[in-house]
């Protein structure tokens, strides 16, 4: 029979691909995590690991049980926070991941409401691209993983449910009045990495044309500093504006949303804490409402959201 113990150790190495940032993750030591993969090759009768250089990957069958073993793994500490949930939720634990425009605006306003209504609830938090939140949502190490999707993203993994909060208009920022993605296809366009431009660069396809990209940044004040130094511009989603509005850029709504969130892993219903914590984000969610752009001279942060 498989030791859970094990099957968390080569789910760790999975992700991390390193035994030392598995050790880390999981408060053993370098000898320990060894010892249990090899303990766990004695098991299974299968070679798991390869060595590369100073380094290890995982072999075939090691892939295959470390997929396994992250399923297996999120199900048992679903089944703890659930039975921890019957003894309601004077107290009990919510992890959530989430992306940082979202933390930035509906996740505070959630968190307060959990805290008037739900006093014992602990609530953890880290940050994460939604593709990295919904991973750690299959492993088990959230519970409520807040992530956006375009039209045209890939389905979720199986097992995952989606609870819509709210749509999120796209604006593009410039510093003149009047300007469409179609207008300004000589201008220099400021992107996020590859894996977060893809909807930048299909509203310029659709425009007609493909942006000449001269910065490259994830993080929504820097992106609005270079607008407003006049050094490029870009789009950007309603809840970032929400969160922080630079002074000297013009906003205008693009016609495209981002539709928003919160995911839960397995069969319904969730545990009494995770519905807690869903109904939150939902309530938070309904008062984030549409609001036209400031002008360019005002100083004042606006609310940017749609219900």
């Given at each position: 029979?498989?030791?859970?113990?094990?099957?968390?150790?080569?789910?760790?190495?999975?992700?991390h691909g390193s035994v030392t940032k598995a050790a880390n993750e999981l408060h053993y030591s370098q000898p320990s995590v060894s010892h249990h993969l090899a303990r766990l090759e004695a098991e299974t009768g299968a070679q798991l690991l390869q060595r590369v250089g100073r380094g290890i990957r995982l072999t075939e069958a090691g892939r295959l049980l470390a997929q396994r073993a992250a399923e297996i793994v999120g199900r048992i500490d679903a089944a703890d926070a659930e039975l921890a949930a019957l003894t309601g939720l004077s107290t009990g634990?919510?992890?959530?991941?989430?992306?940082?425009?979202?933390?930035?605006?509906?996740?505070?306003?959630?968190?307060?409401?959990?805290?008037?209504?739900?006093?014992?609830?602990?609530?953890?938090?880290?940050d994460a691209h939604p593709v990295e939140a919904l991973e750690h949502l299959r492993a088990g190490t959230?519970?409520?993983?807040?992530?956006?999707?375009?039209?045209?993203t890939e389905p979720e993994p199986v097992g995952v449910r989606l609870?819509?909060?709210?749509?999120?208009?796209?604006y593009l920022l410039s510093t003149q009045r009047g300007r469409t993605v179609a207008g300004l296809r000589d201008a220099t366009w400021i992107a996020g990495c590859q894996r977060c431009r893809s909807h930048l660069l299909a509203l310029c396809a659709d425009a007609g044309f493909e942006p000449r990209i001269g910065y490259t940044s994830d993080d929504m004040v820097v992106m609005q500093a270079l607008v407003a130094a006049g050094l490029g511009v870009t789009t950007?989603?309603?809840?970032?504006?929400r969160a922080?509005?630079?002074?000297?850029?013009?906003?205008?709504?693009?016609?495209?949303?981002?539709?928003i969130?919160?995911?839960?892993?397995?069969?319904?219903?969730?545990?009494?804490?995770?519905?807690?914590?869903?109904?939150?984000?939902?309530?938070?969610?309904?008062?984030?409402?549409?609001?036209?752009?400031?002008?360019?001279?005002?100083?004042?942060?606006?609310?940017?959201g749609h219900a």
């Open positions: 029979m498989l030791d859970v113990t094990r099957l968390r150790v080569i789910d760790a190495v999975a992700r634990r919510v992890r959530l991941a989430a992306f940082s425009s979202v933390i930035g605006s509906l996740v505070p306003r959630a968190v307060n409401i959990l805290a008037r209504q739900h006093p014992g609830l602990e609530i953890s938090l880290i959230v519970d409520v993983a807040l992530v956006f999707r375009y039209e045209d609870h819509h909060l709210l749509d999120d208009p796209i950007i989603p309603g809840l970032a504006l922080h509005r630079t002074k000297g850029v013009v906003a205008s709504q693009v016609g495209s949303s981002r539709h969130y919160a995911a839960t892993y397995g069969d319904p219903p969730d545990p009494p804490a995770t519905a807690a914590v869903l109904a939150a984000l939902s309530r938070a969610a309904r008062g984030s409402t549409p609001a036209t752009p400031r002008p360019a001279n005002s100083a004042a942060p606006e609310q940017v």
